[in-house]
């Protein structure tokens, strides 16, 4: 069983940075895949991005390529990511996600087994 916190959310203008921090619990952290995935009111819940575990592999959704980096720092337990130049586009909750292992489909929420509260993350124009 994992248990995911996330914090660093907030309201930022457009063009600005936020940190997206997500503490797991757990003594196999490194083992796990992690994943942000974000909703914004009426939508379904969308990949933004996946860390693979001991490896460090990264994937993006197409949107927030080379805006966003997803990170992780396993001997904290902890998965990050870090958000610049962001858009109102942008406005959702943000979860953390985890599944041990390999997921079948990195990019898909129901591959994970794990998720956290959620974060909300605004940007205004």
């Known amino acids: 069983q994992v248990q995911l916190v996330e914090s660093g959310g907030g309201s930022v203008q457009a063009g600005g940075s936020l940190r997206l921090s997500c503490a797991a619990t757990?003594?196999?952290?490194?083992?796990?895949?992690m994943g942000w995935f974000r909703q914004a009111p009426g939508k379904a819940r969308q990949f933004v991005a996946a860390?693979?575990?001991?490896?460090?592999?990264?994937y993006y959704t197409n949107s927030v390529k080379g805006r966003f980096t997803i990170s992780r720092d396993n001997a904290k337990n902890t998965v990050y990511l870090q958000m610049n130049s962001l858009k109102p586009e942008d406005t959702a909750v943000y979860y953390c996600?985890?599944?041990?292992?390999?997921?079948?489909?990195?990019?898909?929420?129901?591959?994970?087994?794990?998720w956290g509260q959620g974060t909300q993350v605004t940007v205004s124009s």
């Open positions: 996600a985890a599944k041990e292992g390999l997921p079948p489909n990195y990019a898909s929420r129901y591959a994970y087994d794990f």
């Open positions: 860390i693979s575990g001991s490896e460090g592999r990264t």
């Open positions: 757990g003594r196999t952290f490194s083992s796990y895949y």
